[in-house]
């Protein structure tokens, strides 16, 4: 497969690198960046994991407990997140000790534990099947009500007492017979799952997600068709061989350039543009995202932008631009939480109107769920976006050592991958040696806690890595030079054998 070189040929495309250790995906709609998603292995999401705990401690003032799941943090299961809870008090529902099957709903942050329910989901492609559920709702897109009451029959004809449904669009499109068929496939994993629990050992993973096909299919249903480009053939082979892959929508590429594929579309740039906390806007205003413990917090300003008739309509246009690029970076940086956006002021109340008709239709393209819910009295935008996983900044940076967390730099496990990309580049130049500046805590990473990584991308490469130590306030990782080990050796180290 080839890699097209047309300038903006993709309406839709989703490009994939799965080479080094830290797996990327990227969303492009119309050749521009709209999600990137990374994932790490020590910045792992564990939303969907299934476990089995133990209630560890019960808050009665709180209605909630916390349960051990074998994490660092112990995790908080509030009451209405049981199945059928009836408003009854925590103590009616678990005791300490006891095991109990939970999954993770929201990712533990620096101050807080991860969220649980009791509420088992089991998505498909049809259906979210509920084992507990014991209630029934068709997506909000089918819109015939004599088709909604008659899947509703049918539905309830079918379910067990206990038994919850969630039915997705597609379903209506479809025989019920199919529909039929992947409920009881999801019934019987779910059935085998609770007979695994019975067996093990608590707290123990019962289920764990394969986070970045996930995503990957959750956004090929987003776009609806388009191109998937992928810089390892294997993995392409592997979802093309998925049942979820659609190959009347869906086309596949092999990214084979000796140019890492981020960078051959563009996408590193659009990476390192969402850690900033400035984006400029068409006309020449800006806007400056700065996030808190609390929430997130978006400045709109005129800058360099004057306008051509009223100061009225310079105001207007910045804070349209704004709430379009402000939704944007949203996706983007995978910000979620409490958002609130001070746009210019604004005195007339149809101008505030067309904003935030702006922004909601903007946010009406995100894959989240987003609630717009309007200025407050100060004049600021109140909006939420809904958490599933760390944000973008979360990922790849860490507290600055220097600045004390009054800042954000790159983290050593970034750095690392960043540099094993570089090395990944150079597979086919003649060279036999590369030096490498590293500081500790990166070379840590790179190499691995045995020299696993270290001597694989050796022999990979098939060149001597040599390493020149460094001490630095920040991580430090990148290539020196090539050349002989004769001639680079001197000016640096190997790695001694482990």
């Avoid at 007492?161 to 496939?185: N, S």
């Avoid at 020449?284 to 051509?308: P, S």
């Avoid at 067309?354 to 935008?381: H, I, N, W």
């Amino acid at each position: 497969m080839e890699q097209k070189e047309e300038s903006g040929f993709y309406m839709n495309a989703l490009i994939v690198s799965t080479k080094g250790r830290e797996k990327r995906l990227a969303v492009m709609k119309n050749g521009t960046a709209d999600q990137v998603h990374i994932f790490q292995p020590a910045h792992r999401s564990h939303v969907g994991f299934i476990y089995y705990g133990i209630v560890s401690k019960v808050e009665k003032g709180m209605n909630a407990c916390f349960v051990n799941i074998g994490l660092e943090q112990n995790a908080f299961l509030h009451r209405n997140d049981f199945p059928d809870h009836q408003n009854k008090s925590i103590g009616d529902l678990v005791h300490q000790g006891q095991k109990i099957i939970v999954q993770v709903m929201k990712d533990g942050s620096e101050m807080k534990a991860p969220r649980l329910t009791a509420v088992i989901e089991w998505p498909g492609d049809l259906l979210v099947y509920l084992p507990a559920g014991r209630y029934v709702a068709l997506s909000k897109k089918a819109e015939n009500e004599q088709q909604r009451r008659e899947w509703s029959e049918w539905i309830e004809e079918h379910k067990r007492e206990e038994e919850g449904l969630i039915v997705r669009t597609a379903a209506f499109f479809l025989p019920k017979e199919d529909l039929f068929a992947e409920w009881r496939q999801l019934r019987a994993r779910h059935e085998k799952l609770v007979k695994a629990a019975e067996k093990a050992q608590a707290p123990v993973l019962l289920l764990e997600r394969q986070q970045l096909q996930e995503e990957l299919f959750a956004r090929m249903n987003e776009l609806g068709q388009g191109e998937l480009i992928g810089d390892e053939l294997d993995f392409l082979v592997s979802i093309k061989e998925d049942v979820r892959f659609k190959k009347g929508q869906w086309t596949t590429t092999f990214h084979s350039a000796d140019e890492e594929i981020f960078s051959a579309f563009g996408l590193r740039e659009s990476a390192e543009m969402a850690l900033k906390r400035t984006v400029w806007l068409p006309s020449g205003g800006f806007i400056v995202i700065d996030r808190t413990e609390a929430m997130t917090v978006i400045d709109v300003n005129t800058g360099k932008f004057t306008g051509k008739s009223s100061q009225r309509q310079t105001v207007l246009v910045t804070n349209r631009e704004a709430a379009a690029e402000s939704a944007r970076q949203l996706r983007l940086r995978d910000i979620s939480g409490m958002i609130l956006i001070d746009f210019i002021d604004m005195a007339n109340e149809e101008d505030r109107r067309e904003v935030e008709r702006e922004l909601v239709k903007e946010t009406k393209k995100d894959s989240k769920q987003v609630s717009v819910r309007g200025f407050t009295s100060l004049g600021l935008m109140q909006m939420t976006r809904k958490k599933t996983k760390p944000s973008l900044i979360e990922t790849v940076t860490e507290p600055c050592r220097v600045c004390r967390g009054t800042g954000r730099v790159i983290s050593s496990e970034s750095a690392a991958f960043q540099l094993e990309r570089k090395l990944l580049e150079l597979a086919r130049h003649e060279v036999e040696a590369v030096l490498v500046e590293v500081t500790s805590e990166v070379q840590a990473v790179f190499a691995g806690k045995r020299n696993e990584y270290h001597e694989r991308l050796e022999n990979l490469l098939h060149k001597k890595i040599i390493y020149q130590v460094i001490e630095a306030a920040a991580p430090v990782g990148r290539i020196l030079r090539t050349g002989s080990f004769a001639e680079l050796s001197p000016k640096g180290k190997l790695l001694e054998k482990s």
